[in-house]
């Protein structure tokens, strides 16, 4: 069992930054290809971004790219999303999940506002 704990969202104005970590317990971080998703009410959860086990391979929903980066610290078993040049757009709960095979686990999400 993998338990996860989001954190660092907030409210922003438009063109300003934010950075969400997502924190893992247990012992086999390094296995996990690690995902950021978002929802906004009445629309389906959105593949942000998620980077596999090497650290070395990403992929970005299009509307994010240039502007957010995922990454990872397999030391601290966290995993990152810099959010640049944040638009309301973006405004949205945030939500980390790992998967392994066929497993996934997903955090409670972190709220993130972006004003005009």
């Known amino acids: 069992q993998v338990q996860l704990v989001e954190s660092g969202g907030g409210l922003v104005q438009a063109g300003g930054s934010l950075r969400l970590s997502c924190v893992a317990s247990?012992?086999?971080?390094?296995?996990?290809?690690m995902y950021w998703f978002r929802q906004t009410t009445g629309k389906e959860r959105e593949t942000v971004a998620y980077?596999?086990?090497?650290?070395?391979?990403?992929y970005y929903v299009d509307s994010v790219k240039g502007r957010f980066t995922i990454s990872r610290d397999d030391a601290k078993n966290t995993v990152y999303l810099q959010m640049n040049s944040l638009k309301p757009e973006d405004t949205a709960i945030y939500y980390c999940?790992?998967?392994?095979?066929?497993?996934?686990?997903w955090g409670q999400g972190t709220q993130v506002t972006v004003s005009a």
């Open positions: 999940r790992a998967r392994i095979l066929s497993r996934m686990y």
């Open positions: 980077i596999d086990r090497t650290g070395r391979n990403t």
């Open positions: 247990g012992r086999t971080f390094s296995n996990y290809v």
